[in-house]
């Protein structure tokens, strides 16, 4: 019997998983997503940027503030909360979740130019416009 049970739940798992993939849960892409877009003033000459391990895009532009986009998509309802804040010279980006969620997001930062950037406290390379 205790056999039975164990190749009964886990033939559920496994089907539970196989449904999962075949209503595309996994294959949610951020840059369809209705983008959001936000600037802060910004005088420094350094800016870290700390995003938690979310794909930022870090790039120069011809601007004086420091402009920030996002794109998050989910799946059904998740919980998904988002924020974005420029104190003292650290950009903090972030999107986070409670309970079960499907979502992909991303961050594009555009910088002024002659700012040096760094990634969670080390340096890094900007990309040009």
Do not use: Q
């Not at 870090?58 to 924020?83: F, H, M, N, Q, Y």
């Amino acid at each position: 019997m205790r056999t039975l049970l164990r190749r009964t739940g886990t033939a559920l798992a496994v089907a539970a998983a196989g449904g999962m993939l075949a209503t595309g849960c996994s294959l949610l892409d951020a840059t369809d997503a209705h983008p959001e877009s936000t600037a802060f003033p910004f005088d420094g000459d350094v800016l870290d940027v700390v995003a938690g391990g979310t794909p930022t895009d870090l790039v120069e532009a011809d601007r004086e503030d420091v402009g920030v986009t996002r794109w998050i998509a989910t799946r059904g309802d998740p919980d998904v909360t988002s924020s974005w804040s420029l104190e003292d010279g650290t950009l903090r980006l972030d999107n986070s979740c409670s309970g079960i969620c499907v979502y992909d997001d991303r961050f594009r930062v555009e910088v002024p130019a002659g700012v040096r950037v760094l990634r969670d406290g080390e340096p890094t390379d900007l990309e040009g416009d």
